[in-house]
């Protein structure tokens, strides 16, 4: 148990759909991250949220959006689905000023765009 | 380009042996280097992390080593047990990107009794 916890843990929608995912963050954990995880794939970074500001972004486009409110919690938001947006999408937490520090990754929200 | 490269193959070995996994990478010059342990539709949990300034790491059966000379690390599990079989994934992090982690595809390894 790490103490992240990811909602939904499955979801199927259609290309052209948008679609939330939520992230709550290890206690006292300020920075969130998600990844997406491609099947046989290592994850891929999608961006960084430290104290409500993203302050990193992978090489995704901008119809992937997040959110961290004040109390850590995250969300992930994708906009315009395709087929190559299927994927496990991780939430990882960590504390913010250790830049050194392992991440918590919680279980996943399976997505499917058919 | 930048690629963090782990072998894709299977690694199939006795219970009781020792497994070893390499990850190479080209084009990073990591800060640190992180394993991770990652089950059938699971998130990755942390392992070790080691410093570029450090050789050698071990906890418990788990042992790392990093060359940043080869820029390789070896991830070794001494007398293996059949609850090892997962994927382990090497993932580095350099001094420019801090917060990004870049991960390897992992290497799967199967631990029969």
């Known amino acids: 148990e790490t103490g992240v916890t990811q909602s939904p843990t499955h979801l199927i929608k259609t290309r052209g759909q948008q679609v939330t995912l939520r992230c709550s963050s290890q206690?006292?954990?300020?920075?969130v991250s998600w990844y997406q995880q491609a099947l046989g794939q290592g994850p891929q970074f999608i961006f960084q949220?430290?104290?409500?500001?993203?302050?990193g972004r992978g090489n995704f486009p901008p119809r992937f959006s997040g959110l961290q409110f004040p109390n850590y919690s995250s969300e992930l938001n994708v906009n315009a689905l395709e087929l190559d947006d299927s994927a496990l999408y991780l939430c990882?937490?960590?504390?913010?000023?250790?830049?050194?520090?392992?991440?918590?990754f919680g279980e996943g929200s399976r997505l499917t765009v058919l | 380009s930048q690629k963090i490269e782990q072998n894709s193959e299977a690694l199939n070995i006795q219970e009781g042996k020792t497994a070893t996994l390499t990850c190479n990478y080209t084009?990073?010059?990591?800060?640190?280097l992180q394993w991770y342990r990652q089950d059938p539709g699971r998130g990755p949990v942390f392992l070790l992390l080691?410093?570029?300034?450090?050789k050698e790491k071990r906890k418990e059966r788990l042992k790392v080593t990093f060359d940043t000379t080869l820029k390789q690390s070896l991830f070794h599990i001494t007398a293996s047990q059949p609850a090892d079989s997962a994927t382990y994934l090497c993932?580095?992090?350099?001094?420019?990107?801090?917060?990004?982690?870049?991960f390897g595809a992992g290497t799967q390894v199967v631990v029969t009794p």
């Open positions: 084009n990073y010059s990591p800060a640190y």
């Open positions: 990882a937490s960590k504390l913010g000023t250790t830049n050194t520090g392992e991440l918590f």
């Open positions: 993932a580095l992090m350099t001094t420019d990107s801090w917060g990004k982690l870049q």
């Open positions: 206690s006292g954990h300020n920075t």
């Open positions: 080691i410093r570029e300034n450090e």
């Open positions: 949220y430290y104290r409500e500001e993203e302050n």
